[in-house]
């Protein structure tokens, strides 16, 4: 909530320019007027003087939430945008999951002020996600474009719609702003920001902390993060700004277990690891390698097993009770993220008619999924790391000295770019080119550490050395050059725009250990069109229709993309895969009038060259996936949105969407020969009903808000054979406000609590966290967060 003292302007400020900013960061077609015509307290902006579907939360919607709610969260009521995470604050980053109109969070583009954040998907390999990328209370605004981003979004993603983040800019004044937050399951969250006003000759900055920290609401483990956001802004007056910012963050969660249908029937929603019970863990590890040894010497010796010797001898061959396999619970698992993103932006004047926005920008990652798993046990002699390290074929003698072993997947990136565009306007026309080139080095890495046989000696949350084996590791290269030309012409109550971009990514892979992919692959389009146009009718209505044409380049990385495979696998495609393109037309119309914003939209999108990946066995094994050019996608939908103030204090906001999403094509082996046949089915992850309400009260003392959120059923399986059930979700918050005078010590603070999944609704929340199959149960959903409470204090906002 926002308490009206201190910086509280300064919180408010942005948004009155928030698409503005949005543009100047990131490049559009059309100048985005609504902000000169929004009032300062509307918490969304529905987009009016754009050609394309596009929304903005303000700042003053994300402080309604409660503090560390990831933005994301905050921008999923509006229309076409389905949001999916198992925990309170949409930040448990195995699990969060966006999509736009049927396209996934990786096939979408992400950028915070202008920067590129890659597809923000969980083993992100050229970004990272926007939960670690800035402290949510820094944040200005949040742009949500569903159909087709700005041609100079800096994104080689962006095929179903982009999502900019603009951060605030440092206050004019001196000021402090904090909050403290404690909740469910031993929730607390800490910040603080110091605003340092203005220095003398233009200087200005921030400095901010914060600090999360939560148990998992079932199961045993807890999600820690730091972060820290500095930004130092040089206000050069008519001839612009040089601003440069230092974000770091260091996040390390533990995991939830997935879960199938079959886990949920035998033991709930509630199932989790058991990283409370090491002996259990020992135990169900000892018999599933009695069972997997036995089968294995069985179908070797034509079923018999004279001869065989247990590995375990007295751990028997049946679980223990409860247990219906070993992929039910296991003893821990974790991610943990550490990011270093840096950069400084020349936002210049160099004529009346000409100005500059330049970008240079650096990241680095470390990076780490941790699983202790049954599947690679310890061999002897590896016991903690320590010993000589041993192949892992040694193990086909069962010479195990734990059952348990410590598997890794690493991460490494170091990338660093710039993006430039220079607009020249002139009277009732503006035009504007642009580039963005980035050189990406990514490196990845499958390792195993040695466990004990008795208690346990490694933290999952902690980055791992000494491993006993390397399986793979490999470093992916990444070369991005991209450039756009837009222009936009206004002819009274008519404005034209229209343009292009172009790119070219090349990715090549080179094996350092292991047998996977050395390799090079292209993606290339030198001219993907866009043009639109807005007619204003008069009396705050417009209509508005747009064409856009978008690739998606091939990722580098050896767990997703054409280098997640053989090298006989690659060689296969490498010459005949095809980038993913889209083309999507959209047309709608918006109203403004007195506190009422309405907008309408409609759209078709043509979806061709899609790469289907096919997950192979529990993701605990880390089985290649299989990659095919798997035809095309065809989505056409309407989305409805309305914002009202009825009177000063009181608004309420509402959306519905729906979607059609389905694929024209059966997937085919190079023969030709059928091997699933989608063709028709509904694509998954794919609510094709989504419908969103809001109400919001403050009267600048008192204040509460109310969501609802509902979604129609979803598939897991390309061939729809299996699904989760629609929903809907309840959240609240209310909240008091001290005044400057008065209030004894609380004289400046707000107090507010707040309540997620206030009906305390039993449901599945992310599906596809292990990918999706064709048919069948899939161990790869993670139940939704139940009702929890959190309170509140604040100052300086």
Known sequence: MIGWTGTAAAQVAPMANAAATADQAQSSIVADDSAAQQDAGDIVVLGFGESRQVQTVSAIDMERLTPGTSPLKAIAKLPGVNFQSADAFGAYEWSTRISLRGFNQNQLGFTLDGVPLGDMSYGNVNGLHISRAIISENLASTTVAQGAGALGTASTSNLGGTIQFVSRKPADTLGIAASGTYGSDNTWRGFARLDTGDLGGGLKGYISYGYLTTDKWKGFGAQRQHQVNAKLMEDLGERGSITAFVNYSDRRENDYQDLSYDIIRRRGLNDDNISDNYALALQIARVYQNQATLAAYQAANKGSSVGYVAPWAGAGFTLPSGFGTVDDAYYDAAGLRRDWLAGVTFDGRLTDALSIVSTTYYHHNKGQGSWITPYSPTPAGAIGGNGQPLPLASTAAYNFASPLGFRTTEYGIDRGGNLTRLTLETGANRLEVGGWYESNSFTQARRFYGMSNATPDRNARDFQSNPYFTQWNGKYDTETLQYFVADTLKLGALTLNGGWKGMRVKNQANLLTGTLVNGKIKAEDWFLPQVGAVFALGGGAELFASYTENMRAFVSSATTGPFATTQSGFNAIANTLKPETSKTIEGGARLRSGGLQLSAAGYYIDFSNRLLSFSNGAGIIGNPPTLNNAGSVHSYGAEVSAFYRIVRPLTIFASYSYNKATYEDDVRNAAGAVLT?????????????????????????????????????????????????????????????????????????????????????????????????????????????????????????
């Open 677 to 797: 046949a989608t063709a028709g089915k509904t694509v998954v992850d794919t609510p094709e009903h989504m419908a969103k309400g809001e109400i919001v009260y403050d009267d600048g003392r008192f204040f509460a808000r109310g969501g609802v959120d509902y979604m129609s059923k979803r598939y897991f399986t390309y061939l729809n054979d299996q699904s989760v059930a629609g929903r809907a979700l309840v959240d609240a918050s209310i909240g008091y406000r001290f005044g400057e005078t008065g209030g004894g010590v609380l004289r400046g603070f707000a107090i507010e609590g707040s309540v997620t999944n206030l009906t305390d609704k039993k449901y599945i929340s992310t599906i596809g966290s292990n990918g999706y199959t064709a048919s069948g149960d899939n161990q790869t959903l993670l139940a939704g967060a139940p009702r929890q409470f959190f309170v509140t204090v604040r100052t300086g906002f």
